[in-house]
């Protein structure tokens, strides 16, 4: 019988790991973020009151073992002078998928079986009305992810407007699995949102499961700036409850001066360093490997690699 394999997260990062986990023999449960309010996803929220599809349909495509053509198809996105411009095609699926069936589980249910995905994709909630929240280091209350996103002031706190309804299915499948994964990605608004439920929290300081954080390669303007991997587990750490991050994996691949010049001045963004003596006096362990490539010319995490490391765990 396979291990069962919970992921936390949404966005980019969590869709790139799934790739290469999905090739490993292990029962893989993601549950995906529905408070963006971006792009074509927050178009279609006002428009039709639904929760935000986006991730969902990224992590829906890398866990398909259809045709590339169509997943490719899927992530498309209309340039039109009209109405569709911006909308990815797949989006706009689940949307109709979620009029048909009244509910964001079963449209999930419905694409899934129709991409042959041999997985399970939850969204935390099917809450319409969703809306994630920030304080400011200064006291200023943000709405709305797209404007915590783009707002220039450290942030201190993040709440939701309405406590969520948490789908049962996500609590379940916390007290079956047999390891827990924070997915690298946003802290602010794909992994942290996971953790703003006190529901999510209980279930959480019930189990005895090991919580396994795979850190980002590099810094976010305004969110994390100069973050060493302590940083990260530390702020993971303040929304967790009496259940912390057990393990911290964390690549310690020797990154090109080119590319490190590059992130800093076209993005601001600085490589994650691994802050030894730090890591040594808190109460996680650190799991390090060369993990990183190079994809179009940005840094990536070896989907493969990373994969075969958390399958290595999972076994030991």
Avoid: W
């Avoid at 042959?116 to 200023?140: C, F, Q, R, W, Y």
């Avoid at 490190?260 to 730090?278: A, G």
């Amino acid at each position: 019988m396979n291990k069962k394999v919970l992921v936390f997260g949404g966005g980019t990062g969590l869709s790139y790991l799934l790739k290469g986990l999905k090739d490993f023999p292990v029962d893989i449960t993601a549950v995906i973020t529905v408070s963006d309010n971006g792009r074509s996803t927050g178009k279609l929220r006002e428009e039709f009151h639904t929760p935000a599809v986006g991730d969902i349909r990224k992590v829906i495509t890398s866990l398909s073992s259809t045709e590339e053509d169509i997943k490719k198809m899927l992530e498309y996105r209309f340039k039109t002078t009209s109405d569709l411009n911006g909308h990815a095609l797949g989006n706009l699926i689940l949307t109709s998928l979620i009029n048909i069936t009244g509910s964001l589980k079963e449209a999930i249910k419905g694409l899934c079986n129709l991409l042959d995905v041999k997985h399970t994709v939850l969204p935390l909630s099917e809450d319409s009305n969703i809306t994630l929240m920030a304080e400011t280091k200064e006291g200023e209350i943000v709405e709305g992810e797209t404007s915590i996103t783009a707002h220039p002031s450290k942030l201190k706190r993040l709440f939701y407007k309405e406590e969520p309804q948490v789908l049962e299915e996500v609590i379940m499948a916390i007290k079956e699995a047999d390891v827990i994964l924070f997915s690298m990605g946003s802290l602010y608004t794909s992994l942290i949102p996971h953790l703003l439920s006190k529901k999510v929290i209980a279930a959480f300081d019930e189990v005895t499961t090991p919580i396994v954080y795979l850190c980002n390669i590099v810094t976010q303007p305004g969110e994390t700036d100069n973050f060493a991997v302590s940083d990260h587990v530390n702020l993971i750490n303040q929304y967790l409850g009496k259940h912390k991050l057990d393990t911290v994996i964390a690549s310690n691949s020797e990154i090109s001066k080119e590319m490190v010049e590059k992130y800093s001045t076209t993005e601001q963004k600085d490589p994650v360093k691994i802050d030894y003596p730090v890591l040594a006096t808190l109460d996680v362990e650190l799991i390090e490997a060369d993990l990183l490539t190079i994809v179009d010319n940005t840094l990536k995490h070896h989907s493969q690699k990373l994969s075969s490391l958390i399958f290595s765990y999972l076994m030991r």
